[in-house]
């Protein structure tokens, strides 16, 4: 594998970084700003391919610290994991001296991903939301919570805006989200997913509601409801959605196989739903080719009035030349050359690296993770040449043991006996006396998950762009709590009026969620079609 390159670059990006350009003289078609941003993220990825590609887990049996830059090597072999969270964030951290090559690879990371930030969000962990009713809180975590609440006032707003009121929740796992647009706001919702037993368990959760709901109002003429609800239950269907069917036919029969015949597709036929009238789409976090389902469903279906979608696990995105692919969707990206993206690439973009900096800011044990399976793969490889990047799992906090311990678990699942192993000898201990250099060579990566995020996002957008749909993306979660923080919304109609006022919306009555929502609506004003 090549090294990264370490010189300076030639052309300009958003954000005064610099990167490599046509060659002069070449005639350039007219690209909106999403395009060129797309373009300018595959020439960075195209420079620094090689450290995207890279496994942690091969950090040894591919001497992966080699091929960094030589400028590079020294200053992060010394730098602390307070000057690398510094590094991951734009600021140098004290004592940092970075090279300008790192420096200029570090601004144009940062330069060309969407922010994700939430300038007022608090530091505070999750907790419960006293934005919503407490019957909507049961069985649902401070993550999901923050993510339904926000979510849910989102597409009330579109629902205003579009005069939909049938909402059809895909992926609804145990219909938390389904729940309160039902119960919540009103909404008439179909909950549609693939696993059989997630439906039953969101239905016992509805009827559990409902008999709470119905004690709570039985005892309404002693005291009034704090927050009412209403007592619509959502529709669960068993199904999954076929992506490559005519939006007439939507839905396959459900997980496992056997557990039920296909259901009835909630979109209907050529009448559009089953009422006769139009629907909102939505998913919350859609793992993999779900999420370009559901756009494609949107894009091809008229009864769809408008979508909004949370994106999840990009590494299960499939590609071409399988149809449809997951990833690219537009015909902007797929024209580029350079755009594909590996596995690594788009496992890495999943990410949170708003996390990871927390960790080195804090130090401790959980930096030991990476180096511990590195050195037990370069062991396993070691032994047994044939196994490589095996899924070991030896524990969640399998961190806090000591490396033997740690490799006496972990070895049997890769098939070898700890016995035969050396895990004392000399070479072990020099490996482990590396971890400064796998947590920065980590580090570097994270740099990049960001971007390649954005990719995958503009890709979206640009696909439904070519068609004529409007369209935004909304940071619309907090990054610390939800990493996968971005909605993209899609309508046939304008955006303007569902998106004017969103800033008023605020979570808990917490001011730094309503400078939150504030950053959103700049964003979504500098991405609306003019």
């Known amino acids: 594998m090549p090294g990264v390159p370490a010189g300076p670059v030639t052309s300009r990006v958003p954000g005064g970084a610099a990167m490599a350009g046509a060659p002069r003289g070449t005639a350039q078609p007219r690209q909106s700003p999403e395009q060129r941003r797309a373009a300018d993220i595959i020439r960075l990825l195209t420079l620094y391919r090689p450290l995207l590609d890279a496994f942690v887990i091969d950090f040894f049996t591919e001497d992966l610290w080699a091929q960094l830059p030589p400028a590079w090597q020294p200053v992060l072999a010394g730098a602390t994991p307070v000057q690398l969270a510094g590094l991951l964030g734009g600021r140098g951290g004290p004592g940092a001296a970075w090279p300008l090559s790192l420096l200029a690879f570090g601004a144009t990371a940062r330069a060309l991903a969407f922010p994700r930030g939430c300038p007022g969000a608090s530091l505070r962990p999750p907790c419960q939301s006293s934005g919503l009713p407490p019957l909507l809180r049961r069985h649902v975590k401070p993550k999901k919570q923050h993510e339904i609440q926000r979510l849910g006032k989102l597409l009330r707003r579109l629902s205003r805006a579009t005069g939909c009121e049938h909402v059809v929740d895909v992926g609804a796992g145990q219909g938390h989200l389904s729940r309160l647009l039902a119960f919540g706001l009103g909404l008439r ?10 439906v039953g368990l969101a239905e016992r959760f509805d009827q559990e509601l409902l008999r709470e709901l119905a004690k709570t109002r039985g005892l309404a003429h002693r005291r009034p409801l704090p927050c009412p609800l209403t007592p619509r239950a959502p529709r669960h269907v068993a199904g999954r959605l076929d992506p490559a069917a005519p939006w007439g036919e939507f839905l396959l029969p459900p997980d496992p196989p056997g557990a039920g015949p296909a259901a009835l597709n909630p979109l209907g036929g050529p009448g559009g739903s089953e009422d006769g009238g139009r ?61 594909q993206l590996s596995y690594r690439a788009r496992e890495a973009a999943c990410h949170a690296l708003e996390e990871y900096q927390g960790r080195l800011r804090g130090g401790g044990a959980h930096l030991r993770a990476h180096c511990y399976r590195a050195v037990l793969e370069s062991l396993i490889r070691a032994a047994e040449p044939g196994k490589r990047h095996l899924g070991l799992q030896p524990g969640r906090k399998a961190h806090t043991l000591s490396f033997p311990q740690y490799a006496q678990l972990g070895l049997p699942l890769a098939g070898l006996d700890p016995v035969g ?11 482990l006396e590396q971890q400064h250099k796998v947590v920065a ?6 740099l990049l998950a960001p971007v390649v995020e954005t990719l995958i996002l503009l890709d979206r957008l640009l696909y439904l762009r070519e068609q004529g749909f409007h369209c935004a993306l909304v940071p619309l979660f907090n990054p610390r709590f939800s990493p996968r923080n971005f909605v993209l919304v899609a309508a046939r109609t304008p955006l303007a009026t569902a998106l004017a006022g969103l800033a008023k919306d605020s979570e808990d009555g917490h001011s730094s969620e309503d400078e939150d929502v504030e950053e959103a609506e700049s964003t979504m004003e500098r991405q609306s079609p003019k």
């Open 189 to 198: 919702v179909t909950a549609v997913e693939s696993d059989a037993r997630l």
């Open 279 to 339: 629907v909102l789409l939505t998913g919350l976090h859609a793992c993999g080719d779900l999420g370009p389902a559901l756009l494609c469903h949107f894009a091809r279906s008229p009864a769809v009035a408008a979508v909004a979608l949370v994106g999840c696990c990009y590494m299960k995105l499939s590609s071409a030349p399988q149809q449809p692919p997951g990833y690219p969707l537009s015909a902007s990206v797929a024209a580029l050359p350079g755009h």
């Open 421 to 431: 192993v050396p895990l004392d000898s000399e070479a072990v201990g020099a490996m």
């Open 441 to 446: 060579f980590y580090t570097l990566g994270q």
